[in-house]
Structure formats: C-alpha cells, structure tokens
T-cell receptor, first 116, second 115 residues
Framework: AQSVAQPEDQVNVAEGNPLTVKCTYSVSGNPYLFWYVQYPNRGLQFLLKYITGDNLVKGSYGFEAEFNKSQTSFHLKKPSALVSDSALYFCAVRAPFRGGYQKVTFGIGTKLQVIP | NAGVMQNPRHLVRRRGQEARLRCSPMKGHSHVYWYRQLPEEGLKFMVYLQKENIIDESGMPKERFSAEFPKEGPSILRIQQVVRGDSAAYFC?????????????FGPGTRLTVL
C-alpha cells in the first residue's frame, strides 16, 4: 500500500528566509509526486509535480521540490518566504501507470506560517 | 475555461435530513474524485468516478453515502439521514483521462453543517 508522511504539523519561518516543508512517501515503483496548497476556505491548488527526469522540479509562486529516490522524499522549498505563502500544504503520491487505476494518496497537510 | 464548480458552498441540515452535494468538473475532464476534510485529519479520499461508473468507493462509508456521475449533468454526492459527525468540508476534484500523472483540479468545496 502506498503512503505519504508529512512529519511536521506546522512550520514557522520568518519572512525572507528560506522554507522547507517535508514529505516522504512509500510506493511500489517510481512514483508520481505532487504538491498542493490550500488557502483558508478554499479548495486545493496544484503547485508542482514530479513525473520523471530532472529531480528538481519548479512550480508556481517560486516553489520548487526535489525528488530524492534514495531517501524517498519530495521536500517542498522556496528560497525566500512571503507572508502570503502562509497556508496549508499537501503532498500526494500516485503509483506509476500500469494499465489500470492507481489511487492518489494525500498527506495529512503541513501548516506553513510565515512571520513578518 | 471555468474551473471545478461545487454547489452549494454552504449547506445546513438537521439530523436525519438528506444532503445533496453537486460537482461540475472542468470541461473535458471525465474523472471525478470526492474528498472529505476535517480539521486535524487532513484530506480523506471517498470515491472516484468516471462517467456512469464508480471506479473506487473504498473511502466511502457503506451506509447512508452514495455517489454518481451520470452521462449528463454534475456528479452528486448524497448523504442520507445525516448525523452530526458528517459535518465537514467536502471537496470535489476532476482530472482528464490519462496515465496517472495528471494533477487534480479542486473545487471550492461544500461546507456541510449538521445541527
């Protein structure tokens, strides 16, 4: 069974500092990995994904994530945090396509608080 | 291209009533997913549908809950005889057909409150 772990319920970072939101996964085969962001009282918005190729993936709003196969991690990063980045962040994993249905599994979410 | 639409945005029901939540996927998307979100519990998968077919309902309670995605019209999540524990935000997402690497597009959610 596949799973996603987001070990931190909340991450606090000062505005202008780099931020990292951690995600580790467990899946059979090479995974498809996703990051989503949720602002208060809104639905989730897609940020970026890793399918194959370059391990460093760049996404929306200056975010990037690095796929590390040996550590089974896909941490979300941003060089300089903004107060407007404060939101709930979800990591998700899907097993590779094998001709049939594969479920997407979401992590429990990490609340990012950027302090002015 | 309009995004995923959900209505109503807020729904209040008394215990024992029925709740009907609607989701219109993005144009061209044939896959619909329903999730439930509770504070401190993250996003819980409920059901995955394609047009006229339920593909995976492993996350949906066996009793009182049902879902459909007819050939014409929106997807419907129906909760019969609601209880206070059904109070939550329910999100719908859609994606195009593909090989699993397509991201999901989420609607704004329906916030159900059971009195």
């Amino acid at each position: 069974a596949q799973s996603v772990a987001q070990p931190e319920d909340q991450v606090n970072v000062a505005e202008g500092n780099p931020l990292t939101v951690k995600c580790t996964y467990s899946v059979s085969g090479n995974p498809y990995l996703f990051w989503y962001v949720q602002y208060p009282n809104r639905g989730l918005q897609f940020l970026l994904k890793y399918i194959t190729g370059d391990n460093l993936v760049k996404g929306s709003y200056g975010f990037e994530a690095e796929f590390n196969k040996s550590q089974t991690s896909f941490h979300l990063k941003k060089p300089s945090a903004l107060v407007s980045d404060s939101a709930l962040y979800f990591c998700a994993v899907r097993a590779p396509f094998r001709g049939g249905y594969q479920k997407v599994t979401f992590g429990i979410g990490t609340k990012l608080q950027v302090i002015p | 291209n309009a995004g995923v639409m959900q209505n109503p945005r807020h729904l209040v029901r008394r215990r024992g009533q029925e709740a009907r939540l609607r989701c219109s996927p993005m144009k061209g998307h044939s896959h619909v997913y329903w999730y439930r979100q509770l504070p401190e519990e993250g996003l819980k998968f409920m059901v995955y549908l394609q047009k006229e077919n339920i593909i995976d309902e492993s996350g949906m309670p066996k009793e009182r809950f049902s879902a459909e995605f007819p050939k014409e019209g929106p997807s419907i999540l129906r909760i019969q005889q609601v209880v206070r524990g059904d109070s939550a935000a329910y999100f719908c997402a859609s994606s195009p057909a593909g090989r699993g690497y397509n991201e999901q597009f989420f609607g704004p959610g329906t916030r159900l409150t059971v009195l």
